[in-house]
């Protein structure tokens, strides 16, 4: 099942201006990532926040996990348009009763962004 | 060298045929990893594998059969498929499966079978 939720599920921009992603997921995380994915391509990691951190930074992203609400958060600023594509937040779980972890993924939310 | 290369890019069959889908690493990962995805939807994990073991069965039908022959390759066997099958399969590895950080993802199969 999936673990993440992204809301909203499509965001439509100009370029130049930011762009605010959200993720709620259920049960407790070792940690928790973005990936990025143009159409039809494959997914690019974009950036890891483990559970004790609260904000991370990589370039023009931020992002932000907030565990006591289970919710965590993807900022784009300056947004081009090739930041076009879908984002997803995935979530890691340990299999059931295994010592492997598993990556689930939220359903994403596709961003356009207008030159 | 950080590449996961999925061959073949696009792959048609019909219901009868078998085939095989083909993953390579060479980053020394030990964790490798099949994915689904349907049009406008998540990954959905299907398989995991580690040190060439498989860890992780998502209760995937019989008719899709995994294979990690040694640390770099990865395959999945294609056999009686159906058209609800039809998806893009993604490749992926990370350096263990016991610590989930970055999984660098292949391009992806595109599989339609008719």
């Known amino acids: 099942s999936q673990q993440g939720e992204e809301d909203p599920q499509a965001l439509s921009i100009q370029e130049g201006e930011n762009a605010t992603m959200n993720c709620s997921y259920k049960?407790?995380?070792?940690?928790l990532q973005w990936y990025r994915q143009n159409s039809g391509r494959g997914l690019v990691h974009l950036i890891l926040?483990?559970?004790?951190?609260r904000e991370k930074h990589s370039g023009r992203l931020r992002v932000t996990l907030d565990t006591s609400k289970k919710s965590s958060s993807l900022l784009i600023t300056a947004s081009r348009a090739a930041d076009t594509a879908s984002y997803f937040c995935?979530?890691?779980?340990?299999?059931?009763?295994?010592?492997?972890?598993?990556?689930?993924f939220g359903k994403g939310t596709l961003l356009t962004v207008n030159p | 060298d950080t590449e996961v290369t999925q061959t073949p890019k696009h792959l048609v069959m019909g219901m009868t045929n078998k085939k095989s889908l083909k993953c390579e690493q060479h980053?020394?990962?030990?964790?490798m990893y099949w994915y689904k995805q349907k049009a406008k939807k998540p990954p959905e994990l299907m398989f995991v594998?580690?040190?060439?073991?498989?860890?992780i069965n998502e209760s995937v039908p019989s008719r899709f059969s995994p294979e990690c022959p040694n640390s770099s390759l990865l395959n999945l066997h294609l056999h009686a498929l159906q058209p609800e099958d039809s998806a893009l399969y993604l490749c992926?590895?990370?350096?263990?499966?016991?610590?989930?950080?970055?999984?660098?993802f292949g391009e992806g199969s595109r599989l339609t079978v008719l």
């Open positions: 995935a979530t890691d779980a340990s299999s059931s009763g295994g010592s492997n972890y598993k990556l689930t």
């Open positions: 049960t407790s995380i070792n940690n």
């Open positions: 926040i483990r559970s004790n951190e």
């Open positions: 980053m020394g990962h030990r964790a």
């Open positions: 594998y580690s040190y060439e073991k498989l860890s």
């Open positions: 992926a590895s990370a350096k263990y499966a016991a610590n989930t950080g970055e999984l660098f």
